[in-house]
């Protein structure tokens, strides 16, 4: 009922009696679709702030606000220097006039989603706020108001029906009336609650209340009453602090959580299924114990076999060999000693990608920790900042030249040529980033993008560096040996070729070239 005309009557009717000579100092916006007035009146301040984002309208009486120093902009500037002389609702409508003496108006326009503040000066000359909002363009309060005709006779007439009696009522007053039993009970009864309750409204007092899974400002007490009061200016500042933390807890806190969440269970389902492959890859067939059988063997083997069965010395069990009848017994025992390395090394990349997984589940989960009990805002978004959680928005993903990969929480961008890799080291990495670049061949730059506060986690950097030798002229090696330096030692000499550049204080990791897990 925030925006509603029965709350907005005695809201007037308060500032009218409360704010009259206070002088208008200063009108600005730092804040898309949010205005900032700022009274004074001797040593004594006052200030509005009128919040018109659509899912956000609201109307607050803070008891300070402290100005940006930069990001904001000086509105309707002819009003400045007048003193408040009247605030007036408007008849039955959800608007109301700010009049000052130097014949300046403002006119509230609290239409929800629609909602807009024209300024209007001596000659008739008006401005919108919000201009987008056409409509509003020579609109007066006299046209926004209308009349009521709230006698037994009309109410009889339209059969008790709320929205043709009482049109102005708001939902909220028609949900509670119909909770008490309006809907199915005697023309009579439900003239005594009407008629009840539009009595109320004259004399009303306000309630902040959680009901119907929301926190509403009321002029009747209806599921949880959070807070009581008299004042009209209280309540709705009150109810403007409530709205706006669970407005920003839900836009903010609520899809990092989700995001979060999301991400704990792949992680989690990722370590389960390479784990299971990791135990297959041990326990299961032994290249290497195969080729030392077939080598020990060599003189019981005949050419041109397809399969032959030894004895393993290994297990004290005959074993069944496949061979290739085009190759030798001892080349059939080379291919098997070439794929005990790759198993090797296959056991120990996964080895490796199941530690760094496991450390970002302990820290998604620590971050997930913290946050879910966290209820204040300020602190909510430190969090988020110290720990890199901000996702950037999809057009900015877009409009970055150059390709981005994600390795648990962290970033890598890989340049996508040597103009490109000038401009990824140049002009988007920081100084405490991670840059990588295969070591003497051509290849991408791969920035490792910073996060504040945390090292970079070797399994993190390893396959950063993957990154890197993949993106160069040795992708197809089996190992490559990556350089890496935090970026503030990469430096770019004049009159040097595009993606050229000096690195200092460089360290070389060997990697097997490949994308991210």
């Known amino acids: 009922m925030h925006l509603n005309y029965f709350f907005?009557?005695?809201?007037?009717?308060?500032?009218d009696a409360a704010w009259r000579g206070f002088t208008l100092g200063a009108c600005f916006s730092q804040q898309k679709d949010e205005l900032i007035f700022h009274f004074y009146r001797n040593e004594e301040e006052k200030f509005i702030r009128v919040s018109l984002i659509p899912?956000?309208?609201?109307?607050?009486?803070?008891?300070?606000?402290?100005?940006?120093?930069?990001?904001?902009?000086?509105?309707?500037?002819?009003?400045?220097?007048?003193?408040?002389?009247?605030?007036?609702?408007?008849?039955c409508d959800r608007s109301f006039v700010m009049a000052f003496n130097?014949?300046?108006?403002?006119?509230?326009?609290?239409h929800g989603s629609r909602s807009n503040i024209i300024g209007t000066d001596k000659n008739g000359n008006q401005r919108l706020f919000r201009s987008q909002l056409l409509d509003d363009e020579g609109l007066t309060q006299e046209q926004l108001g209308t009349t009521l005709q709230l006698t037994r006779a009309h109410f009889d007439e339209v059969g008790g029906e709320l929205r043709q009696f009482v049109p102005i009522l708001g939902k909220e007053t028609t949900a509670f009336l119909n909770g008490l039993g309006y809907d199915d009970t005697t023309i009579e009864r439900k003239w005594a609650l009407v008629?009840?309750?539009?009595?109320?409204?004259?004399?009303?007092?306000?309630?902040?209340?959680?009901?119907?899974?929301?926190?509403?400002?009321?002029?009747?007490?209806?599921?949880?009453?959070?807070?009581?009061?008299?004042?009209?200016?209280?309540?709705?500042t009150v109810y403007a602090q409530k709205v706006s933390r669970e407005f920003y807890l839900k836009t903010e806190l609520h899809p990092l959580l989700q995001r979060l969440r999301k991400e704990l269970k792949q992680t989690e389902s990722y370590l389960k299924q390479s784990k299971a492959k990791l135990i297959d890859l041990k326990e299961g067939k032994s290249y290497s114990q195969l080729a030392d059988v077939l080598m020990a063997n060599l003189y019981q083997v005949k050419e041109g076999l397809?399969?032959?069965?030894?004895?393993?010395?290994?297990?004290?069990?005959?074993v069944s060999i496949k061979l290739k009848r085009a190759l030798t017994p001892q080349k059939n025992a080379?291919?098997?000693?070439?794929?005990?390395?790759?198993?090797?090394?296959?056991?120990?990349?996964?080895?490796?990608?199941?530690?760094?997984?496991?450390?970002?589940?302990?820290?998604?989960?620590e971050h997930l920790l913290h946050l879910e009990d966290m209820t204040d805002l300020k602190l909510i978004r430190q969090y988020i900042q110290q720990h890199g959680l901000a996702k950037e928005s999809k057009q900015a993903a877009i409009n970055r030249p150059f390709k981005v990969f994600q390795i648990g929480l962290y970033e890598a961008w890989v340049g996508t040529n040597a103009k490109n890799n000038d401009e990824l080291t140049l002009k988007y990495a920081t100084k405490n980033d991670l840059w990588l670049h295969a070591k003497d061949v051509p290849g991408s730059h791969v920035v490792l993008k910073w996060r504040a506060g945390q090292n970079f986690p070797k399994p993190v950097i390893e396959q950063a560096a993957a990154l890197a030798a993949y993106y160069s002229k040795r992708k197809t090696d089996t190992l490559c040996p990556v350089i890496f330096t935090p970026k503030k030692w990469v430096?770019?000499?004049k009159g040097a070729h595009p993606g050229a550049v000096i690195v200092e204080r460089e360290e070389v990791i060997m990697v097997e070239p490949g994308l991210p897990n």
């Open 8 to 15: 907005l009557k005695p809201l007037c009717e308060e500032l």
């Open 55 to 91: 899912q956000l309208t609201f109307i607050s009486f803070p008891e300070s606000f402290a100005r940006g120093r930069k990001n904001n902009v000086d509105l309707f500037e002819e009003a400045i220097g007048g003193e408040l002389e009247m605030v007036s609702i408007t008849p």
């Open 102 to 110: 130097n014949s300046f108006s403002f006119l509230f326009k609290m």
């Open 195 to 236: 008629t009840q309750m539009l009595s109320a409204f004259e004399s009303p007092t306000f309630y902040i209340c959680r009901w119907q899974e929301k926190v509403q400002l009321l002029l009747f007490k209806a599921g949880e009453v959070l807070m009581e009061t008299d004042s009209a200016i209280e309540a709705t």
């Open 306 to 318: 397809e399969e032959v069965v030894l004895d393993n010395f290994y297990t004290g069990q005959p």
């Open 334 to 365: 080379e291919i098997f000693y070439r794929k005990a390395k790759n198993q090797k090394i296959e056991i120990e990349k996964l080895e490796e990608a199941i530690a760094a997984k496991e450390a970002l589940e302990e820290t998604v989960a």
């Open 491 to 493: 430096r770019k000499p």
